[in-house]
T-cell receptor, first 112, second 114 residues
Framework: GEQVEQLPSILRVQEGSSASINCTYE??????FPWYKQEPGENPKLIIDIRSNMERKQTQGLIVLLDKKAKRFSLHITDTQPGDSAMYFCAAHRPNAYKVIFGKGTHLHVLP | EAAVTQSPRNKVAVTGGKVTLSCNQTNNHNNMYWYRQDTGHGLRLIHY???????EKGDIPDGYKASRPSQENFSLILELATPSQTSVYFC?????????????FGEGSRLIVV
């Protein structure tokens, strides 16, 4: 299987709180898990990624966790700000594969 | 930073007409991709290419053709456009390695078929 499931599809949080997005993948050979952020009217851009030799990675208010046994990975945004309002896509990739499998996206709304 | 440029950025086409969306990348990436983005469906892969002269079908290739005449250029062709092809189209480039495949997206082409 090659599906990536992403939940929730819509997420509303209060400014200053944290937001979490969860993804599961089917192919146990996947070893690279990027996260893309797409602001309104713009293109998706990579914001953070994690490889299968890691369980946790953190950068600039973003934390990604990877549970290979459960085939699950997640993005956590701490202290959300209005600028975090956007569409977020998770993806999974197998070594040397041409295709990148995307989740369907999460629309994050940070409420003032 | 990686550069992927698309043209046209906006297009209105008539049903049954031919539409060509062009993409150019200056990253020297081997792989190029065409996605369409629709509400509720995320990014769906139409065609991709792993080098000049190659085109491969993605997950939703029906009604679309692709052409990769050079490393830098990858076109998406709608021979007979239909209203259901109204969407935002993104081109992307990347290099698949054993440690990952970061994609760099163009700015998108908004197509309306009337």
């Amino acid at each position: 299987g090659e599906q990536v499931e992403q939940l929730p599809s819509i997420l509303r949080v209060q400014e200053g709180s944290s937001a979490s997005i969860n993804c599961t993948y089917e192919n146990s050979a996947s070893n690279y898990f990027p996260w893309y952020k797409q602001e309104p009217g713009e293109n998706p851009k990579l914001i953070i990624d994690i490889r299968s030799n890691m369980e946790r990675k953190q950068t600039q208010g973003l934390i990604v966790l990877l549970d290979k046994k459960a085939k699950r990975f997640s993005l956590h945004i701490t202290d959300t700000q209005p600028g975090d309002s956007a569409m977020y896509f998770c993806a999974a990739h197998r070594p040397n594969a041409y295709k990148v499998i995307f989740g369907k996206g999460t629309h994050l709304h940070v409420l003032p | 930073e990686a550069a992927v440029t698309q043209s046209p950025r906006n297009k209105v086409a008539v049903t049954g007409g031919k539409v060509t969306l062009s993409c150019n990348q200056t990253n020297n990436h081997n792989n190029m991709y065409w996605y369409r983005q629709d509400t509720g469906h995320g990014l769906r892969l139409i065609h991709y290419s792993y080098g000049a002269g190659s085109t491969e079908k993605g997950d939703i290739p029906d009604g679309y053709k692709a052409s990769r005449p050079s490393q830098e250029n990858f076109s998406l062709i709608l021979e007979l456009a239909t209203p259901s092809q109204t969407s935002v189209y993104f081109c992307a480039s990347g290099d698949a390695t054993d440690s990952g495949n970061t994609l760099y997206f163009g700015e998108g082409s908004r197509l309306i078929v009337v």
